[in-house]
């Protein structure tokens, strides 16, 4: 108690806030959910050759990403282009039949999925295309035929689930139809980027598709649409779905902002639209998100942001806030190499930036496996927590200081509290603006440990038993 004292009279008199937080080890909430997946795969070097040899390998595999989503992967050279993942680049002929093997191009995607594999990251399977801004449209027009897109989409489950034409093994279980028919509904017609037809077209070709693949594959999970954040739309869509008795397994949905609270409220919204619509046991998936400020003016701020410190704390927030929130799995946007959307590598060196120590911490977090209750006593307005216990009594403790306000410079001094904590030392890890997941030690007394943190900062701390 005198310590307390002490150190709300430091507080005091140097105009900080101060943050207590509370970690009970023995209250168990559930699993740490898998909220560190991501778009895409490594990056490295393509085709046969290695006169680049640059790569993420190592640091990607590190990070234990538990999902990878092939969303505009044919986007990037390192991937293969567009020779990869988009259904018109897999079966680019549509008068070919569906079930000839010889009418499909499975090569670099093969290749591609395999390096997802091979960092230990299961794949979740976009089938549709890529965003198109040109001022002609390709992959985007709807399909000739739905039914035998739904059978094409069935072909290329069964060459990556069952060795069709000379394929894999692989059970990946995700299967997400389309992406964001909602983007441009309200200029479908003139200026489309996802989708070039109707609402009513796309629910047809999702209710076909889904219905078709659900019965050639009970076992798997197949959902979507991959909402680009158009509420109302997402509602038709639900409507349309519960009436012809659809299935759904996965409800997928997007969203940028710059406020991590905001994220974590429309995940409960997207909840309850699902539950209402007959759809309870269905996952919701939020993969597409980052920090976005605006489109337009701000954009190149945003874009600011999401390569420095204040896109990790952003990014470790989120993941903190949805943990809480009633949503299954997060695919952040993008790991792409050349986006600028990537947080997480340098598109030169490939070299790791602020955001991949948020998604690398999380995974320690994931590792331990049991989340525990926490409790953040004092000006919590900043402040972002999640602790885990791990089966052998170690406790991580991951917290965020994330503001939106660039304005605030003052650092706080946080406590942090463990229930059962020995008196010693702990493992600390920090992002900052001067260290990027240094180790500190920190010195354990009465079961608490207490430092600083600098306005968007992150902050990982390990009680070892």
């Given at each position: ?30 699993r ?6 991501v ?43 567009e020779?990869?993942?988009?259904i ?29 594999r ?22 985007i027009?709807?399909p ?17 689930n ?23 509904s ?22 076909t598709?889904?219905?078709?693949l ?18 109302p ?41 699902a ?23 701000d ?15 952003f990014?470790a ?104 904590a020995a ?24 079961g ?15 009680f070892?038993?």
């Amino acid at each position: 108690m005198k310590r307390y004292f002490a150190l709300l009279a430091v507080c005091l008199a140097c105009g900080m806030a101060c943050a207590d937080i509370y970690v009970s080890p023995g209250r168990e909430v559930g699993r740490v959910k898998p909220m560190n997946g991501v778009n895409n795969g490594p990056a490295g070097p393509y085709g046969l050759g290695k006169t680049q040899t640059r790569d993420n390998f190592d640091d990607y595999r590190a990070a234990r990403i538990p999902f990878a989503r092939t969303h505009d992967s044919s986007f990037s050279e390192c991937y293969g282009s567009e020779h990869t993942v988009d259904i018109t680049a897999i079966f680019p002929d549509f008068s070919r039949k569906a079930d000839d093997p010889s009418a499909y191009d499975f090569a670099i995607t093969d290749w591609y999925l395999k390096r997802i594999r091979d960092m230990g990251t299961e794949v979740f399977f976009r089938l549709g295309q890529k965003i198109e801004h040109h001022v002609k449209k390709y992959g985007i027009l709807p399909p000739k035929d739905f039914r035998k897109w739904a059978q094409i989409c069935e072909h290329i489950i069964r060459h990556y689930n069952e060795g069709w034409a000379d394929g894999h093994q692989w059970n990946i279980r995700y299967w997400e139809i389309w992406n964001e028919a909602d983007l441009d509904s309200k200029t479908w017609n003139t200026n489309p980027r996802t989708w070039a037809g109707t609402e009513e077209q796309f629910f047809d070709l999702y209710a076909t598709t889904a219905c078709h693949l659900k019965k050639c594959f009970p076992q798997l999970k197949i959902g979507g649409p991959a909402l680009a954040g158009q509420e109302p739309w997402a509602e038709r869509f639900l409507t349309y779905m519960e009436k012809h008795s659809v299935p759904l397994d996965f409800f997928s949905w997007h969203i940028y902002s710059t406020d991590p609270k905001a994220i974590a409220e429309k995940a409960g919204r997207m909840r309850r639209m699902a539950d209402a619509h007959g759809y309870q046991q269905a996952e919701t998936i939020l993969n597409e998100w980052n920090y976005i400020r605006g489109w337009t003016d701000d954009y190149p701020y945003s874009l600011s942001v999401i390569h420095g410190v204040k896109g990790a704390a952003f990014t470790a927030a989120t993941m903190a806030a949805c943990q809480a929130a009633p949503v299954d799995i997060l695919m952040y946007y993008d790991a792409r190499p050349e986006t600028p959307y990537n947080g997480l590598f340098d598109f030169y060196t490939f070299q790791p930036l602020p955001s991949y120590y948020s998604f690398y911490a999380w995974s320690r977090l994931a590792a331990l496996g049991q989340q525990v209750a926490t409790e953040v006593k004092g000006d919590d307005s900043d402040l972002y927590v999640s602790a885990a216990r791990g089966e052998d009594g170690t406790v991580g403790v991951l917290v965020s200081r994330y503001n939106e306000n660039d304005n605030i410079n003052r650092s706080r001094t946080v406590t942090l509290h463990v229930e059962g904590a020995a008196d010693g030392e702990a493992v600390a890890h920090v992002v900052n603006s001067v260290k990027l997941f240094s180790e500190t030690l920190l010195d354990v007394r009465q079961g608490a440990v207490t430092f600083k943190m600098e306005p968007n900062s992150v902050i990982f701390v390990e009680f070892r038993k």
